[in-house]
């Protein structure tokens, strides 16, 4: 018989799939290793469950402990899962700009979330990057798993997402175009790929309101970039230490209002259903066609799966409301 022993061994080993229309005005073999085939639905997955292996080994999460973290959704939810297996808590801290199903879903993997506001300062008492911190200082028995520092946040996509993507381009990739928040994608992957091949690209997508464009091309960080905006999943107002910014050659900016049609453009002209920052990176993609020849090979990630944006990118009415559709 053919299973695994339980749900934490489905983690990885993601299919690579050849985008076609979407991308016909680039002139080279686009594929997009789609994530949202973990069993959180996200490539967060990979990194929750080794954030968590990696604590229990070097005693910072302790039998029975509480897990509290600062999450968007995703890692929460790979944190949530592996809990569940391993007999966690986990406490979950979110800006209130996150679409409401990711709360929801949260919620029904059994985590306590709170929601906090986004339009406030990372220092600010009330920001969710303060209310992470107060609430591991607070809760007895609490690990931070803070996966914005956590070296084990990019060492799992160095162990797990750059082989696969390695082996399964037979060593023939070019270029690797993701979106950017903790880093831990771009660098764990990058920093693999350019181990076996030093002239692979790596090229981060960014969106406007973060400070990394700019922190990447001039070492400045420049408040005066920092505003809230709508991509969910992408762009930062600090310097997370899992972005390795020496590995990345470069990034690019797009728009909220391009990253949600290219969000909706995945699923119509592929078929494949997935989140904000996969249209976010497919824009980005496109932006940069000159940069790619016909005999490259580039890979695009897709972090997780459209379900999680129902009441936003894939609902009319939102979209008319940010001015984004007529
Ligand atoms: C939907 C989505 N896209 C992209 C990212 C960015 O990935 P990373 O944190 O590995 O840079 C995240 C991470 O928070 C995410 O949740």
New binding site residues.
């Given amino acids: 018989m053919n299973y695994a022993k339980n749900i934490l061994e489905t983690i990885g080993n993601t299919p690579l799939v050849k985008l076609n229309k979407i991308v016909k005005e680039i002139d080279a073999l686009v594929l997009a290793k789609v994530e949202t085939f973990n069993p959180g639905n996200?490539?967060?997955d990979r990194?929750a469950l080794k954030m968590i292996e990696d604590a229990e080994a070097n005693g910072n999460l302790k039998p029975g402990g509480t897990i509290i973290e600062g999450?968007?959704?995703?890692?929460g939810m790979g944190l949530a899962i592996a809990a569940t297996l391993k007999g966690y808590k986990c406490v979950f801290v979110m800006a209130d700009k996150q679409s409401k199903e990711k709360v929801d879903i949260l919620r029904a993997v059994g985590a306590e979330v709170v929601v906090c506001p986004t339009a406030v300062e990372p220092e600010d008492p009330r920001s969710y990057y303060s209310v992470s911190k107060r609430l591991a200082a607070e809760i007895p028995n609490a690990w931070y798993v803070n996966?914005?520092d956590n070296p084990s946040?990019?060492l799992a996509?160095y162990e797990s997402t750059g082989p696969e993507i390695w082996k399964q381009t037979e060593g023939k990739i070019t270029h690797f175009v993701?979106?950017?928040?903790?880093?831990?994608?771009?660098?764990?992957v990058g920093k693999y790929l350019k181990e076996q091949n030093p002239n692979i690209k790596i090229w981060?997508i960014d969106t406007y309101g973060s400070v990394f464009k700019k922190y990447h091309e001039t070492g400045i960080f420049d408040e005066n970039e920092i505003y809230p905006y709508i991509t969910?999943?992408?762009g930062e107002d600090i310097l997370?230490k899992?972005?390795d910014f020496s590995i990345i050659d470069g990034f690019e900016k797009v728009t909220d209002k391009d990253a949600a049609i290219y969000t909706q453009k995945i699923a119509i002209d592929e078929g494949i259903f997935v989140?904000?920052?996969?249209g976010?990176?497919v824009k980005g993609l496109l932006q940069l066609k000159h940069h790619f020849k016909k005999e490259d090979v580039v890979v695009v990630?897709f972090?997780?799966h459209g379900s999680?944006y129902v009441g936003k990118m894939f609902n009319p009415e939102w979209m008319k409301s940010q001015g984004f559709i007529d």
């Fill in positions: 996200s490539v967060k990194m999450t968007s959704g995703n890692t996966q914005y946040n990019a996509h993701v979106g950017v928040g903790t880093g831990g994608t771009i660098s764990g981060g969910e999943g992408i997370p899992n972005v989140g904000n920052s996969a976010s990176a990630l972090h997780d999680r």
